[in-house]
């Protein structure tokens, strides 16, 4: 498909016409300057100059040249989805008007995007156009990591930035390393003149440097990053004004404020090649922030696979990646200072390997591509719509907390030769609850007469609810039935006897049972996640990050937990509908067609 992109900022615009397939540019529009008397723009090789043009002029100037080509659908960038905003939005006038409302989050940016939105809109109404959100991949952060510790009455929270950077250059390392992302840990370090980091857990963001707004984190080429915020209460009482504070922090600080020479690292690094102190504490300052976040992050994840360096500086600084890598054989990470020295991403070869051949963890430098990042979730949106075509409503399990076990965890617990006895079969073909009961033992309490599930499985596996976890004082993650690695062990008490495990305590993920068929009627495949509406006791909600199950033996119906059951005041019967599709998503908040009754 061909996606024009556009990316409006304050005082410029960047637009691409891209394959959002191979990625292959046609067009590009650089402006700069606009609104003001030096406003100019270069296209097709051109430089053109527009005194006091906006992002609407510009468009319109430039149009004939980027519509010479056929064109699809339009992507727009946008800084911030807010609360609401987890997935390419078909936009329209409502939801142009809800990106509007968020202009107190992103001052600067919001109202740029939205001159860019409403200019395209109007210069070509007859295309779909589509808005992609900077933090909608972040939407899968985990409570624990998006909140901070202030009253949560004030409704701060984090939500993350540079979304399409992290989560293409996460899907170009693992394409690259020819595995699923769905199977690897990633920490993508995304550092140009923002700069951001992301622990990506088997494909979904559950960390991120950036914050409520992009200012926290790393140190970036006029950002601050993370500073005490006692600080700034300090700057404010010792008679600061508000705007004096914002522009110390924004505007004269990161590498520019400690460097004093600019924000250009490129300067940077050959100052302090000269012996500049101050710009020698610039490169120091980063680097060390940077090594610490991934340390981090590594910890967050229970270990890492895969490092990632992109945009200008994690593309081009073999100085910077050095300063961060060097020292991480603990972490399984093996840094070659050769590559690194020879490392040269390009459009043709977008990933390079640093790490030597016996690191486990592999370290690269991915080219990042922030339109065709957009472009891929555009023409995802565009062609998913005709996916949910059909949409029969989907019936709600509610999954009570129960144990699959081993045959030789059954002697262990039940004594030599036991076999497990059927009390009554479950929704899912060949699946049954037992008569047999298990102590979950905790930290802090136990629970009694926990099911135990058949048949007997390969591993063992506790599935229990947050409000159990608080119960037992353990901490379980969120994670696909089957899937127990590095996840906290968990002692079982049973008539015969004790059995401690390892690993095998998981907060399920909730999901959706189906069959090849059913994920073919509604255009997903096995490991996607959507977004599911339900209408429970007239009440709309919709559970979002809803995985897809998919295996010939399923019968189709959603799995939740009960405290998820409770919240929503769900109860058997109850039925939901799938509003998008396909990992990254679906735009089509399609008001659905399932009858609650
Ligand atoms: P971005 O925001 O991704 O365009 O990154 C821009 C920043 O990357 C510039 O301000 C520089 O600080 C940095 N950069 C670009 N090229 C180099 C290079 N060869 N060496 C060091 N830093 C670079």
Do not use: M
């Given at each position: 498909m061909q996606i024009l992109v556009l990316n409006a900022g304050s005082s410029s615009l960047k637009v691409d016409l891209l394959d959002s397939h191979s990625g292959e540019r046609t067009a590009a529009l650089r402006a700069e300057r606009l609104c003001t008397p030096q406003a100019s723009y270069r296209v097709d090789g051109l430089s053109i100059d527009l005194a006091g043009a906006d992002h609407a002029a510009v468009l319109q100037a430039a149009l004939p040249a980027l519509t010479a080509h056929p064109i699809q659908a339009v992507g727009h960038r946008v800084v911030h989805g807010g609360p609401d905003f987890s997935r390419p939005t078909l936009l329209d006038t409502v939801v142009v008007s809800s990106i509007a409302a968020l202009e107190s989050l992103a001052p600067l940016h919001i109202p740029a995007n939205l001159a860019g939105i409403r200019a395209a809109m109007e210069l070509l109404p007859e295309l779909p156009h589509i808005a992609v959100f900077d933090t909608a991949f972040h939407s899968t952060l985990p409570r624990r990591a998006r909140s901070y510790a202030i009253p949560q009455a004030l409704g701060y929270r984090r939500f993350g930035f540079h979304g399409p950077s992290h989560q293409y250059v996460s899907q170009l390392a693992a394409k690259h390393l020819d595995e699923d992302p769905r199977d690897l840990r990633i920490i993508t370090c995304h550092l140009g003149n923002g700069a951001s980091i992301t622990a990506v857990e088997y494909g979904r963001s559950v960390e991120t440097s950036m914050g409520h707004t992009p200012l926290e984190g790393l140190v970036m080429g006029s950002r601050s990053g993370d500073v005490d915020p006692g600080i700034l209460m300090d700057m404010l009482r010792s008679g600061k004004s508000i705007d004096e504070v914002d522009t110390i922090l924004n505007r004269g600080s990161g590498l520019a404020g400690l460097s004093g020479v600019g924000k250009d690292l490129r300067d940077i690094e050959d100052r302090a090649a000269d012996g500049d102190e101050a710009c020698r504490l610039a490169i120091q300052v980063l680097t060390h922030r940077l090594r610490k976040y991934i340390g981090a992050y590594a910890a967050v994840m229970g270990g890492v696979d895969a490092i990632v360096f992109t945009a200008g500086i994690g593309e081009n600084s073999a100085l910077v990646r050095h300063r961060v890598c060097q020292r991480l054989d603990f972490l399984g990470a093996r840094f070659d200072e050769d590559k690194n020295r020879d490392a040269q991403v390009s459009r043709t070869t977008p990933v390079v390997e640093l790490h030597r051949s016996n690191s486990r963890v592999r370290i690269l430098v991915a080219k990042t591509d922030e339109a065709r990042a957009i472009a891929g979730a555009v023409a995802k949106v565009a062609s998913g719509g005709e996916t949910l075509a059909e949409n029969p409503p989907i019936p709600i399990g509610i999954s009570a907390r129960h144990i699959h076990l081993t045959q030789q965890a059954v002697e262990t617990l039940f004594g030599p030769g036991y076999t497990l006895t059927e009390r009554a079969p479950l929704s899912q073909p060949g699946q049954f609850a037992c008569n047999e009961t298990l102590t979950v033992v905790g930290l802090?309490?136990?629970?009694?007469?926990?099911?135990v599930l058949g048949p007997i499985r390969p591993k063992c596996q506790v599935e229990v609810s947050r409000t159990d976890e608080f119960f037992l004082g353990i901490d379980a993650p969120v994670r696909a039935s089957g899937d127990v690695t590095n996840t906290p062990g968990i002692t079982l008490k049973g008539p015969a006897g004790k059995l401690t495990l390892k690993e095998g305590l998981i907060c399920a993920w909730r999901h959706i049972h189906m069959t090849p068929a059913d994920a073919e009627r509604y255009g997903v495949k096995h490991g996607d996640t959507v977004d599911v509406a339900i209408n429970s006791k007239g009440r709309d909600l919709t559970f979002g990050d809803v995985m897809i199950r998919v295996k010939d033996s399923y019968a189709l119906e959603m799995h939740i937990d009960t405290d998820e059951a409770n919240a929503a005041q769900i109860s058997r019967g109850d039925v939901g509908?799938?509003?998008?599709?396909?990992?990254?998503?679906?735009?089509?908040?399609?008001?659905?067609?399932?009858?609650?009754?």
């Open positions: 802090k309490r136990n629970i009694e007469k926990v099911r509908a799938l509003v998008s599709s396909g990992q990254g998503g679906t735009l089509l908040r399609r008001r659905t067609n399932f009858d609650p009754a």
